[in-house]
């Protein structure tokens, strides 16, 4: 035996179960934040790797009804669904299907990430796709 | 394991007072027309929100000129006769009155009838003749108006409309509500009029876009300029009018000749600094400056006592932006609009 | 370093066993319970944190390459070798660094070594797929590994207390 660990639990590990959740914290401030839920106008993103080349399509959901798209990313198909409000992967012939089991997303900065067939379907605040703006006047 | 769990929880909490972010209310109105929203951060930003809703209620109650129980309304059908309204009205229509003279005659709230004309007040858009525009003129102007402490006069045939300064006069009054509650950072939108409190929470300036008047009902912007603590309103031609005859009719109606002013601009934005101007003086100004065009704007900008900022979007394409908005300003790529910053 | 007849068989012994225990693993559906790509228990952690107290860091960096390795052959997904061996290789220097720590017991160290295997995975991620948006699954994946970590912890401390008596303990 090179070094004899501790079997019980003390403070210092309470510390580091504590430094781990203040980071999960810090990182959901930082990467959570800054997302409209309402009033902006909801863009789908939808990046592939389709042949071999990245692609992307941009959809804007607003007044939008309901639309499927069946992409092909790295060998899989994926069908993802569009309306006013969410999107989500309704089916994937993919291995995981994280895709299809992470449901609905309905607010901006949220995304489905499909590992196997590289796809990522990202809302984002519209706005064009410029560097986005808090407030329009006119 | 007790004092592991207590550990946590007081982790939990530290964590979430700390890291985290400060109180944090929003609120959308529909009111006076349009959809208007109010966001706050820190102090008491939800009692902050939620006075803010109840006083553009009460604005709306008071100023709209098409709820008949209104003191407007009251003025409006006077048919001459003396009105007791609250002070508050009085002083509104007398700051009215000094826009108006500052401006030669630009901004005007008496042009109300003419607009009427026009069917801007009920939708019922129509191209009068000009006899009839002459004859409304003729009771257009400030001289029709006559204040007292509490009580207003307008001679008969004269009407009022404060929609021009209504909505910069209720981000006037949210601003001490924010103020009051002590808000950190905010931002008020009251349909082209925007009241930016501090800097967005994060410490960064607030990116606000200038609707592209070419583009109206799309996410394009003829400049996105970078802003803080700062009132800004925009008058434009898109915002409202009809076609008749392949002729385009917009909703800036010019007090000197009863038609819609057409001055060779598209759209004008005024900005200032929270401590030097007023959402008031921008909502006035943006008319009044629309309807000089850009050339008399621009002079009236060098020559004045207020202390504001232009943004003026021109038919031919160009975006003319004023001196102390240079640093703040972002050109937008794709924009089609060329800039030129003057002084 | 010398390897004892000994050492190299639990070393052989270790690595079949991550293996088994991350093939294992693969046939619990957590990510249906939770919908997180690359969503593991990281029971494969349990044999890292042993070999760590028992054979020393060389050692169980072997383990863990070998076991990466053999994983994603069998597997029969390179792919997800980047994954395996981003979270892997991230969780055994934490832990490395963390149990050299006086004061802690195997539960730190194994939420330690969790969280890391989340950061690493979720890089590789990123760097697989040229883009941030996995970033958004960090905070939860963090929060997850608390659970996961003191779960191979509880189970790292039941293994050691019941191979205290034997002669594997005192190499």
Request: charged share 20%; proline share 10%.
């Given at each position: 035996m090179r070094s004899s660990p501790k079997l019980k639990p003390g403070i210092w590990d309470a510390l580091v179960a504590l430094i781990v959740l203040v980071m999960a914290v810090g990182c959901a401030c930082a990467v959570w934040?800054?997302?409209?839920?309402?009033g902006g106008e909801l863009e789908a993103v939808v990046r592939m790797d389709a042949d071999g080349t990245d692609t992307e399509i941009r959809m804007r959901l607003?007044?939008?009804?309901r639309v499927e798209r069946t992409v092909t990313s790295n060998g899989y198909t994926l069908q993802i669904v569009l309306t006013e409000t969410e999107a989500w992967?309704?089916?994937?012939?993919?291995?995981?299907?994280d895709c299809v089991h992470t449901g609905h997303i309905s607010r901006s900065g949220q995304s489905i990430v499909c590992l196997p067939a590289r796809v990522i379907v990202q809302l984002v605040g519209g706005?064009?796709?410029?560097?986005?703006?808090d407030a329009v006047v006119g | 394991m007790k004092r592991l769990i207590a550990l946590l929880t007081a982790g939990v909490m530290i964590a979430l007072l700390a890291g985290c972010r400060k109180q944090e209310a929003s609120a959308q109105i529909f009111a006076m027309d349009t959809v208007m929203g109010v966001t706050a951060y820190g102090g008491s930003a939800e009692k902050a929100v939620k006075a803010a809703e109840e006083e553009i209620l009460r604005l709306e109650d008071m100023l709209?000129?098409?709820?008949?129980?209104s003191q407007v309304s009251r003025l409006n059908g006077s048919d001459g006769a003396a009105v007791a309204v609250d002070e508050e009205i009085v002083s509104l229509i007398r700051e009215a009155g000094t826009y108006s003279q500052a401006t030669g005659g630009a901004?005007?709230?008496?042009?109300a009838p003419v607009v009427a004309a026009w069917g801007f007040t009920t939708d019922t858009y129509q191209v009068p003749e000009q006899a009839d525009v002459d004859a409304l003129l003729a009771a257009?102007?400030?001289?029709h108006v006559t204040l007292a402490e509490s009580q207003v006069t307008l001679e008969r045939g004269t009407e009022i409309d404060l929609g021009g300064i209504a909505k910069g006069y209720a981000s006037d009054k949210l601003e001490a509500i924010f103020e009051e509650h002590q808000v950190e950072h905010g931002m008020v939108e009251l349909g082209g009029n925007i009241l930016l409190i501090g800097s967005k929470p994060d410490g960064t300036a607030w990116r606000l876009g200038v609707q592209d008047p070419a583009k109206p009902?799309?996410?394009?912007?003829?400049a996105i300029v970078q802003l803080e603590d700062a009132f800004a309103v925009t008058s434009g031609s898109y915002q409202r009018y009809f076609e008749q005859d392949g002729k385009t009719y917009h909703h800036i109606i010019d007090p000197a000749t009863?038609?819609?002013?057409?001055?060779?601009?598209t759209s004008v934005t005024v900005v200032t600094d929270r401590g030097s101007g007023s959402g008031t003086m921008c909502d006035a100004l943006s008319t009044a400056l629309f309807v000089m065009g850009e050339e008399q704007a621009l002079e009236f900008w060098r020559g004045s006592d207020y202390a504001f900022e232009l943004i003026l979007v021109t038919e031919d394409g160009r975006v003319v932006v004023t001196k102390g908005l240079e640093e703040a300003l972002m050109e937008t790529k794709e924009s089609g609009y060329t800039y030129e910053i003057v002084s | 370093m010398k390897l004892t007849t000994k050492q190299l068989t639990l070393c052989g012994v270790l690595t079949t066993l991550a293996l088994a225990l991350s093939v294992m693993e693969n046939q619990i559906p957590l990510s249906a319970a939770?919908?997180?790509?690359?969503?593991?228990?990281?029971?494969a952690n349990i044999v890292t944190v042993f070999a760590l107290y028992v054979l020393g860091p060389v050692q169980a960096m072997l383990i863990l390459v070998a076991r990466c390795i053999l994983g994603a052959v069998f597997a029969g997904n390179m792919n997800a070798l980047l994954f395996s061996v981003m979270g892997g290789v991230t969780a055994m220097l934490m832990m490395i660094l963390l149990s050299r720590?006086?004061?802690?017991s195997v539960y730190g160290v194994s939420i330690g070594g969790a969280a890391a295997h989340n950061c690493g995975q979720i890089a590789a991620a990123i760097i697989s797929l040229?883009?941030?948006?996995?970033?958004?699954?960090l905070p939860i994946l963090l929060g997850v590994s608390l659970f996961t970590g003191a779960l191979t912890g509880i189970i790292a401390a039941c293994l050691f207390r019941a191979l205290a008596h034997t002669n594997l303990m005192r190499g």
């Open positions: 934040t800054g997302d409209s839920d309402g607003d007044g939008l009804n992967v309704e089916a994937s012939d993919c291995p995981t299907q706005d064009g796709g410029d560097p986005g703006v | 709209s000129r098409t709820d008949p129980k901004f005007d709230i008496t042009i257009v102007g400030m001289e009902n799309e996410a394009a912007y003829a009863g038609r819609p002013a057409d001055s060779g601009l | 939770i919908p997180l790509p690359g969503i593991k228990l990281g029971l720590l006086p004061g802690l040229g883009n941030t948006a996995p970033l958004y699954y």
